[in-house]
């Protein structure tokens, strides 16, 4: 089995910082890709930001320039760094993983619980 653990989330004003962290731990034998998904009220889930192991990247277009996504490779740990946050940045913010475990070769897919971040005034 594979767990992801996320913290960094909280209330921060319009204009401000957060970075979120997601660590993976269990049965890993590689990690293909890790991301960053957010779900506001109503909303449908939705791809923030992903890294996959060769260190490309790739975010959604409302959080380009402002967001960077990272990853250390010996932590089994993927960050996510929001500047100038916006209150349309209000959401639950997810982490996924794709992993290589003994059972599943190919790679399957693991989520983390959440965590709210909110930017309000």
């Known amino acids: 089995q594979v767990q992801l653990v996320e913290s960094g989330g909280g209330l921060v004003q319009p204009g401000g910082s957060l970075r979120l962290s997601c660590a993976a731990s269990?049965?890993?034998?590689?990690?293909?890709?890790m991301g960053w998904y957010r779900q506001a009220p109503g909303k449908q889930r939705e791809l923030v930001a992903v890294?996959?192991?060769?260190?490309?990247?790739n975010y959604a277009d409302s959080v380009k320039g402002r967001f960077t996504i990272s990853r250390d490779n010996a932590k089994n740990t993927v960050y996510l760094q929001m500047n100038s946050l916006k209150p349309e940045d209000t959401a639950v913010y997810y982490c996924?993983?794709?992993?290589?475990?003994?059972?599943?070769?190919?790679?399957?897919?693991?989520w983390g619980q959440g965590t709210q971040v909110t930017v309000s005034s």
């Open positions: 890294i996959i192991s060769g260190g490309s990247t």
């Open positions: 996924n993983a794709v992993v290589v475990t003994p059972i599943l070769i190919a790679g399957g897919d693991y």
């Open positions: 269990g049965s890993i034998l590689s990690i293909k890709a």
